[in-house]
Nanobody, 118 residues
Framework: QVQLVESGGGLVQPGGSLRLSCAAS????????MGWYHQAPGNQRDLVAT???????NYADSVKGRFTISRDNAKNTVYLQMNSLKPEDTAVYYC????????????WGKGTLVTVSS
């Protein structure tokens, strides 16, 4: 089994910054794509950003130029640097990863809450 644990969420004022981390652990051979998604109350879970094992990134239009996804393959960790935060960025942020392991597949973390408010 593979576990993903997010950290770094919290309360921040509009215009502020936060950095989220997500560490994968378990019987991992390799992790392919990793990503961040967010879900606001009453809404579906939407893509924020993804990154391949080779570092190719993809962003939702709403976060381009403000958020940066990165990863440390040696640590099986993905990061999301969030700048110029807006109230509409308020949501639970989930990371996911496609892990090659004894039970290969897509795994999700339990989420970390980001609240942007003055």
């Amino acid at each position: 089994q593979v576990q993903l644990v997010e950290s770094g969420g919290g309360l921040v004022q509009p215009g502020g910054s936060l950095r989220l981390s997500c560490a994968a652990s378990g019987n991992i051979v390799r992790i392919n794509d990793m990503g961040w998604y967010h879900q606001a109350p009453g809404n579906q879970r939407d893509l924020v950003a993804t990154i391949s094992s080779g570092g190719v990134t993809n962003y939702a239009d709403s976060v381009k130029g403000r958020f940066t996804i990165s990863r440390d393959n040696a640590k099986n960790t993905v990061y999301l640097q969030m700048n110029s935060l807006k109230p509409e960025d308020t949501a639970v942020y989930y990371c996911n990863a496609y892990a090659i392991s004894s039970a290969s597949g897509v795994y999700w973390g339990k989420g970390t809450l980001v609240t942007v408010s003055s």
